[in-house]
């Protein structure tokens, strides 16, 4: 009886239904989270619970050295002068403490991803973190107390976005005074240029404090430069691994059901076409196609900009989610891409939220 239930015939007629190609994506069984956590949960609650900085001490004890970020290299004293680190409220400035990423808009403003400071409170609602709990360091590239530490006086998350989803992943904080250390704020582009940013191709630089290679953390601000990458390409290796990851589940219960072959055929249409796509219009997808450049656990609401022919540079993209390794130690060394909220949909909000708060 245990042999029908395993029945390799059934197993091929799933896989031949679910039309999976081999070896996409990584070579770990894929796990779609957030930046930092292991999981979809808070980047706050996982720095402030002392999580990360048990797993960092786990991970410095077995690769005490010769780490770098995910195909990235440590950025020059003063490049990405917009980008500010966000510190737990009341706790010295280091890689444990540091919890996510952002960039100076405005003398006054921030923008980041919305899972960095919206979390579930105790009754599994989504509330806002308040000012008191974390502060911005702003103007340096090092973890080490250098920059300007400044309080936090507003947070504005998206109003359409979920604990439960990455989709609508952006919000704006508000600082109690405009910082004294050297900084410059960066450019966001408007919807008709952001269809132009978004094309495949366009190179990109993401920049952050995030895990580098075996869960390391970093003191040191690193970047990667990537490219613009096709979403429907991304969704596709993106389902393609949520249905490696289900098919065996599935041809399993068919069997133990006697559904018959034309029947499993149809209903396994069925599951691919009511799952929605990972990555929504309100993302976009960038990495390498050979994989092996990314952004990693820390470096979630941090800036993917795109580097333009004058020299400046624009931010396209906020670090919101991609692949988690399996052995749960950060991201996978070559994995080809990850998710970023798309800046350019959300302009009209941030116009809205900083004219309402001058």
């Given at each position: 009886m245990t042999s029908r239930y395993r029945s390799a015939g059934a197993l091929a007629l799933v896989l031949a239904a679910a039309g999976l190609t081999a070896g996409i994506a990584t070579a770990e069984a894929p796990d779609f989270t957030d930046k930092d956590s292991g999981a979809n949960a808070s980047p706050y609650s996982f720095a402030a619970s002392g999580a990360k900085a048990e797993r960092s001490e786990k991970a410095s004890a077995a690769e005490p050295s010769g780490a770098k970020v995910v195909g990235?290299?440590?950025?020059?004293?003063?490049?990405?002068?917009?980008?500010?680190?966000?510190?737990?409220?009341?706790?010295?400035?280091?890689?444990?403490?540091?919890?996510?990423?952002?960039?100076?808009?405005?003398?006054?403003?921030?923008?980041?991803?919305?899972?960095?400071?919206?979390?579930?409170?105790?009754?599994?609602?989504?509330?806002?973190?308040?000012?008191?709990?974390?502060?911005?360091?702003?103007?340096?590239?090092?973890?080490?107390?250098?920059?300007?530490?400044?309080?936090?006086?507003?947070?504005?998350?998206?109003?359409?976005?979920?604990?439960?989803?990455?989709?609508?992943?952006?919000?704006?904080?508000?600082?109690?005074?405009?910082?004294?250390?050297?900084?410059?704020?960066?450019?966001?582009?408007?919807?008709?240029?952001?269809?132009?940013?978004?094309?495949?191709?366009?190179?990109?630089?993401?920049?952050?404090?995030?895990?580098?290679?075996?869960?390391?953390?970093?003191?040191?601000?690193?970047?990667?430069?990537?490219?613009?990458?096709?979403?429907?390409?991304?969704?596709?290796?993106?389902?393609?691994g949520r249905a490696e990851e289900a098919v065996e589940g599935f041809a399993f219960a068919v069997n133990m059901m006697n559904v018959p072959e034309e029947k499993a055929y149809a209903l396994w249409d069925e599951i691919m076409a009511a799952a929605p796509m990972p990555m929504s219009e309100n993302m976009i997808c960038s990495g390498t196609y050979e994989g092996g450049k990314s952004s990693c656990n820390g470096d979630s609401g941090g800036p993917l900009v795109v580097p333009l022919d004058n020299g400046k540079y624009i931010q396209a993209g906020i670090v919101s989610w991609g692949l988690s390794d399996s052995s749960g130690r950060g991201c996978p060394e070559m994995a080809q891409f990850s998710a970023y909220t798309d800046v350019s949909r959300f302009v009209p909000w941030l116009n809205e939220v900083i004219s309402g708060d001058p």
């Open positions: 990235g290299q440590p950025a020059a004293n003063g490049a990405w002068p917009w980008q500010v680190a966000f510190i737990l409220g009341g706790q010295p400035i280091s890689t444990d403490s540091q919890f996510c990423g952002g960039s100076m808009v405005m003398d006054r403003w921030v923008l980041t991803a919305a899972h960095c400071v919206h979390m579930a409170d105790e009754a599994g609602n989504g509330a806002d973190l308040a000012p008191g709990d974390f502060d911005i360091l702003v103007g340096t590239n090092l973890l080490d107390g250098s920059g300007d530490r400044v309080p936090v006086e507003a947070v504005f998350t998206y109003p359409s976005y979920s604990v439960n989803d990455f989709d609508y992943d952006i919000a704006l904080v508000k600082l109690a005074r405009a910082p004294t250390s050297a900084y410059r704020t960066v450019e966001v582009p408007d919807a008709t240029y952001g269809d132009i940013l978004r094309e495949p191709g366009i190179t990109t630089v993401v920049t952050g404090w995030g895990l580098q290679a075996g869960a390391v953390p970093s003191s040191q601000l690193m970047q990667a430069q990537i490219q613009m990458l096709d979403r429907d390409m991304c969704n596709q290796v993106l389902m393609d």
